[in-house]
């Protein structure tokens, strides 16, 4: 475990402070959970006992010594609580600090320039992963070969082709059959011509014809021919 954080002795982090917060971390990581960077409290005066702030990929976590460094206060927040981040460059240091979604403010001064500007990038880059998560593709079989469109459509015309060609042989050609329709009977002795007809009488004698034609009385045909000379009256 030791030999993962000396990665964050590079920005002038207090190599005692960094041993310290490694042999609590090894209880309090969760599973999954990765360290991404570890920031130190440098005071103007010689600081035995800084404050700490570690970066995870689930947490940001709040390091203070007590007791003469004997025990330590934990104090944590998820990336879903943190609603911003901030860092102030002052004379001596840097510093950090973060607002949650329920208001509450949390600040750590005396960070050096360099440890407080990657924390900063790393938070914004944490925030910015839960704004923006990104989507893993579904792996791939290494032995699938590709298919292309244009093969893809090949394939399909040969395998229409060859199924007409299998129903062709096998159903024979069904015949051609041309309806004709009778010319319209003539007007039955004793019934009033169309021409003698109001326009509501019209309507109601095309409405009859669509009923012969719903019930199968009639031909379609027929059906058109008497709906073309009742319209011409119209």
Do not use: H
């Given at each position: 475990?030791?030999?993962?954080?000396?990665?964050?002795?590079?920005?002038?982090?207090?190599?005692?402070?960094?041993?310290k917060?490694?042999?609590?971390?090894?209880?309090l990581?969760?599973?999954?959970?990765?360290v991404?960077?570890?920031?130190?409290?440098?005071?103007?005066?010689?600081?035995?006992?800084?404050?700490?702030?570690?970066l995870?990929?689930?947490?940001?976590?709040?390091?203070?010594p007590k007791?003469?460094?004997?025990?330590?206060d934990?104090?944590?927040?998820t990336?879903?609580?943190?609603?911003?981040?901030?860092?102030?460059e002052?004379?001596?240091?840097?510093?950090?600090?973060?607002?949650?979604?329920?208001?509450?403010?949390?600040?750590?001064?005396?960070?050096?320039?360099?440890?407080?500007r990657?924390i900063?990038?790393?938070a914004?880059?944490?925030?910015?992963l839960?704004?923006?998560?990104?989507?893993?593709?579904?792996?791939?079989?290494?032995?699938?070969e590709?298919v292309?469109?244009?093969?893809?459509?090949?394939?399909?015309?040969?395998?229409?082709?060859e199924?007409?060609?299998?129903?062709?042989?096998i159903?024979?050609?069904a015949?051609?059959?041309?309806?004709t329709?009778?010319?319209?009977?003539?007007?039955?002795?004793?019934?009033?011509?169309?021409?003698?007809?109001?326009?509501e009488?019209?309507?109601d004698?095309?409405?009859?014809?669509?009923?012969?034609l719903d019930?199968?009385?009639?031909?379609?045909?027929e059906?058109?021919?008497?709906?073309?000379?009742?319209l011409?009256?119209?």
């Open positions: 475990m030791k030999e993962q954080f000396k990665k964050f002795l590079n920005e002038e982090q207090d190599p005692k402070a960094i041993e917060i490694t042999s609590k971390l090894n209880d990581l969760m599973k999954g959970e990765e991404g960077y570890i920031a130190v409290q440098k005071k103007p005066a010689i600081t035995v006992f800084p404050d700490s702030i570690v995870t990929n689930k947490r940001i976590i709040i390091c203070k007791n003469l460094g004997l025990s330590m934990f104090t944590d927040y990336w879903d609580d943190i609603a911003s981040t901030f860092v102030k002052n004379i001596l240091g840097s510093e950090f600090s973060f607002g949650t979604k329920t208001d509450l403010a949390v600040s750590i001064d005396y960070i050096p320039k360099i440890q407080a990657k900063y990038t790393y914004k880059e944490q925030l910015d839960l704004k923006n998560p990104v989507q893993t593709a579904t792996p791939v079989q290494e032995t699938a590709p292309f469109e244009e093969e893809a459509e090949e394939e399909i015309e040969e395998v229409e082709t199924e007409v060609t299998s129903f062709a042989e159903l024979p050609a015949p051609v059959v041309t309806e329709y009778e010319p319209l009977p003539t007007q039955p002795a004793g019934e009033r011509k169309l021409s003698d007809l109001s326009k009488e019209l309507f004698k095309l409405q009859n014809y669509k009923k012969l019930n199968g009385l009639i031909m379609q045909g059906y058109d021919a008497y709906k073309k000379e009742i011409s009256y119209m």
